[in-house]
């Protein structure tokens, strides 16, 4: 009752996982993944170990194929199990039980691994491999959801929704460059979750995203006089950038701020529109 896409992007050196089920927080359960080491999805009577287990053999050195094949030969349970495994290299693999509910299936691409259980029908993942294939170039977490996206347009679940997630790790790309986790946002109960993951990889784009220093703006004389009046019509008061990173910290946005010299536009419209 659950579809998912795992997925490596080269250019970014980023793996992710994108899954959708009509199963009360899928993502407590579906997505793993590790930076520099690989991405993997566990589903279909999910055996949750294969998460750290699988993480774990990637780490190892094995292929995604390799971990596959040792985590399934050692599960009773395989033939209810389904899997999708991307390694470091972004070599894909794909495993679907023969007791998995119809329909189950998955595919593999030039660094995806597409599986779904109690699907509409196999179009389903024709249609997110198709999807994630044609949109080369895209941020990968974007990439991911219009996958979903079109997973869910073409039948997704036979059971309906309920729950998805995304799940995006790159070395250092976390939180303050202390973290490997880029993305972790999870809809664990909602009539449209999907859609409701969108909104929220808005919101985090928003707060976490980055404007390419090339496009921020000098703050000139005119520019921080009206920065220092509508922080002052806020109540941020003293000198401009005390004041400016006190807002930015209350507002979740001082991942997007550098000092007062030069500001991300974002981060000009959000105050603006204060």
């Known amino acids: 009752m659950t579809y998912s896409l795992v997925a490596y992007d080269d250019a970014s050196r980023q793996w ?9 927080a899928v993502g407590s359960v579906v997505p793993w993944g590790r930076a520099d080491v690989g991405a993997l999805a566990t589903q279909s009577y999910a055996n949750p170990a294969y998460g750290p287990d699988g993480l774990a053999l990637l780490a190892s050195g094995l292929s ?4 596959v ?4 030969r050692a599960d009773a349970g395989r033939d209810q199990r389904q899997l999708g495994v991307v390694d470091a290299q ?4 794909t495993y679907t039980g023969l007791g998995c509910l119809e329909w189950a299936g998955g595919r593999t691409g030039d660094g995806y691994a597409a599986q779904g259980n109690i699907l509409v029908s196999g179009d389903t993942i024709d249609a997110m491999a198709m999807a994630y294939e044609g949109s080369a170039g895209a941020p990968l977490a974007e990439r991911l959801i219009g996958a979903l996206t079109a997973a869910q347009d073409a039948g997704g679940d ?4 309920q729950s998805a997630a995304l799940l995006v ?13 880029l993305i972790d946002l999870r809809v664990d109960d909602h009539r449209t979750p999907i859609a409701e993951l969108r909104r929220l990889y808005d919101q985090h ?7 390419p220093r090339t496009e921020w703006l000098t703050v000139d004389d005119e520019l ?33 701020i550098d000092g007062v010299a030069h500001i991300d536009p974002v981060v000009l419209k959000e105050l603006r529109q204060r």
Do not use: I, P
């Not at 094949?69 to 399934?72: A, I, R, V």
């Not at 784009?205 to 404007?211: A, P, R």
């Open 224 to 256: 921080a006089r009206e920065l220092t009046d509508r922080l002052g019509a806020l109540g941020y008061d003293g000198t401009l950038a005390d004041a400016f990173a006190r807002w930015a910290g209350t507002e979740n946005l001082e991942e997007r």
């Open 158 to 161: 036979r059971r309906g929704q």
């Open 205 to 211: 784009q928003l707060l976490f995203g980055e404007t």
């Open 169 to 181: 790790v790159q070395r250092d790309g976390g939180y303050g460059g202390l973290s490997d986790v």
């Open 16 to 24: 992710g996982v994108a899954t959708q089920s009509k199963f009360l």
């Open 69 to 72: 094949e040792h985590l399934t």
């Open 64 to 67: 995604a194929s390799e971990v």
């Open 90 to 93: 972004g070599r894909a693999a």
